[in-house]
């Protein structure tokens, strides 16, 4: 898992400065809207929007941006879009599972997007339930290594407020908890002032494939496509790439 980890927050923080700009944006924005929607547009009330809307400040999302979205969303101003959460699943190369979740306003489009990126990219779309079993939905904070923050001290920080585990992933910390502990542990993390990246709940694998140099390209370029698709907002697979093979593969 550590190889997965460390990958998808390389390649976040590349996107975040590189040519897909715009699309991480657009994606966060969506995200910030549709929470402020289920849950109202109240951030101190509303966990989920409060999430969304750190985890856009922490992509560099114009504030301007984000209070529209959140407008938008609670029905504040016109304009809002509703969306549906739409999941897939499939195969990757060697075996690997994936989830692919998409928020749209039009199934059609995004369903005809995810089979084009998969069967273009060597993947094959499954039945629903055929892979869904390999994921459990935890709650996942990625926080950024700095002075005076080790493993030790983000672990003694959540671990009464219900965290399973800490992950160190060279540039960052990954507390793993159950999604009802989320807003505790994140709180719990702010109380002792260590700073986060982003906090909202995920899948994560329960039973991981390692991979070979030749095989984690294929899937991360699967990956890169599925996630190139303007509906699609989260991708998860099972895979697991040692370092040394990370390294190799860039």
Not at 221 to 241: G, H, P, S, T
Request: aromatic content about 6%.
């Amino acid at each position: 898992m550590s190889g997965h980890s460390k990958w998808a927050t390389t390649k976040h923080k590349k996107a975040a400065i590189d040519a897909k700009r715009g699309k991480l944006f657009a994606k966060l924005i969506k995200n910030i809207e549709v929470a402020a929607r289920t849950g109202g547009g109240d951030p101190a009330g509303n966990p989920t929007l409060y999430d969304a809307i750190q985890k856009a400040k922490k992509s560099s999302v114009p504030n301007d941006n984000i209070d529209r979205a959140v407008k938008r969303g609670s029905g504040a101003e016109a304009g809002g879009v509703e969306y549906l959460n739409i999941t897939y699943e499939g195969y990757a190369a060697g075996g690997v599972a994936v989830l692919i979740e998409c928020l749209t306003d039009n199934k059609n489009r995004s369903a005809s997007e995810v089979r084009t990126a998969m069967t273009r990219n060597g993947g094959s779309m499954a039945d629903p339930g055929s892979v869904s079993y390999l994921f459990t939905r935890k709650g996942v904070i990625v926080v950024p290594q700095a002075d005076g923050v080790d493993e030790d001290t983000v672990l003694m920080a959540v671990l009464d407020a219900g965290a399973e585990e800490v992950r160190d992933l060279g540039d960052t910390f990954e507390v793993v908890c159950e999604p009802t502990d989320l807003v505790a542990v994140r709180t719990a993390l702010q109380d002792a002032g260590i700073d986060y990246d982003s906090a909202e709940a995920g899948f994560v694998p329960s039973v991981t494939v390692e991979l070979d140099e030749e095989g984690a390209g294929k899937v991360f370029r699967l990956i890169d496509a599925l996630e190139d698709c303007d509906d699609v907002q989260n991708v998860y697979a099972n895979y697991d790439v040692p370092d040394e093979v990370l390294a190799n593969v860039g």
